[in-house]
């Protein structure tokens, strides 16, 4: 494999994206210019691929650690790759998707269904009903020392959401609402009263469809 500096001019990534777009480069290359060099004994392109390469086999369990575990890539260029994802993610959504029913909820959120650790999930949304941000607050068994609205409702506020939809999965694959989820629930419920950020419902999630309780009647 050529290293960037032997291929010719039109097949580098720069003059390629300035001439044709980005959309016309491929993903190592848009890597590449991303990371814009490489490391001792490793050409950017290189190690362009191997990222690649991991984002293609556990792109939804990327994390800092598992980035920086490829040879070569420090924290610093890992950050800057995660950032970059989160950016396109909060604008592709942002743009598209608008939730108006648990269904969607479910939909929005599917890979969390099968999950083998509970993970509590907030979704924030303009006075449109459009997702400006999904957010895991955290992983782990539910109760309510954990689950503190401080945590729940910050992000909404620095979004200037008009609603929030929170959700959690079920690893046992229950639909049922436990006495936990209930109590958790009528707390935000009070909170969103007083932030002034409407809790529009609370999903569970399981690989076995979704309960709602807006839909129940509980919110």
Same mark, same amino acid.
């Given at each position: 494999m050529k290293r960037i500096k032997e291929l010719h001019k039109d097949d580098k990534p720069r003059e390629k994206l300035a001439a044709k777009g980005a959309q016309a480069l491929k993903n190592d290359e848009l890597l590449s210019?991303?990371?814009g060099s490489g490391v001792q004994g490793k050409d950017v392109r290189k190690l362009s691929k191997e990222i690649v390469s991991m984002l293609e086999s556990d792109f939804?369990?990327?994390?800092?650690?598992?980035?920086?575990?490829?040879?070569?890539l420090g924290i610093a260029k890992a950050s800057q790759i995660l950032a970059s994802i989160e950016l396109s993610k909060?604008?592709?959504?942002? /743009? /598209?998707?608008?939730?108006?029913?648990?269904? $969607?909820?479910?939909d929005e959120l599917k890979p969390?269904?099968?999950?083998?650790? $509970?993970?509590?999930?907030t979704i924030t949304l303009d006075g449109a009903s459009h997702i400006i941000n999904t957010r895991t607050v955290f992983i782990g068994t539910l109760?309510?020392?954990i689950v503190h609205p401080r945590e729940v409702f910050s992000d909404a506020i620095s979004d200037r959401a008009?609603?929030?939809i929170i959700a959690h999965n079920h690893p046992s694959g229950t639909l049922e609402a436990s006495r936990a989820d209930i109590q958790i629930?009528?707390?935000l419920k009070e909170v969103s009263k007083l932030v002034g950020i409407e809790l529009l419902d609370h999903v569970i999630l399981s690989k076995h469809g979704f309960y709602s309780f807006s839909d129940e009647g509980l919110l």
């Open positions: 210019m991303l990371l939804d369990n990327l994390t800092l650690d598992k980035l920086c575990d490829i040879h070569g909060r604008y592709l959504i942002r /743009n /598209n998707t608008r939730i108006t029913s648990a269904k $969607e909820v479910y969390f269904s099968t999950k083998t650790q $509970e993970h509590f999930l109760n309510q020392s008009a609603g929030i629930t009528q707390r």
